[in-house]
């Protein structure tokens, strides 16, 4: 069990309805222990790589229809 982050930089997710909308479906993947989103687009997730892959938390981004223009690795 190894806890991580990963971080996002999304190219159209800056208002508060999409960091509520973000951080709503992030926090039921399993693992994810918290959520956050700026005002200029920066997505930031912890996670226990025991319950969920930073390729899940990826996939799930992008189902929700945001784009990335970066992702930094946190590990």
């Known amino acids: 069990m190894a806890r991580l982050s990963t971080y996002f930089s999304l190219e159209d997710a800056a208002g508060k309805h999409d960091a509520a909308l973000l951080k709503r479906e992030l926090d039921t ?3 994810v222990t918290s959520v956050s ?12 790589t ?6 899940q938390i990826l996939q799930k981004v992008q189902e929700l229809g945001f784009q990335l223009r970066d992702h930094l690795d946190g590990e």
Do not use: I, M, T, W
């Not at 989103?37 to 226990?48: F, H, K």
């Open 50 to 55: 025991s319950g969920v892959r930073q390729e």
């Open 29 to 31: 993947l399993p693992g």
């Open 37 to 48: 989103v700026s005002g200029n687009g920066c997505l930031a997730v912890d996670y226990d």
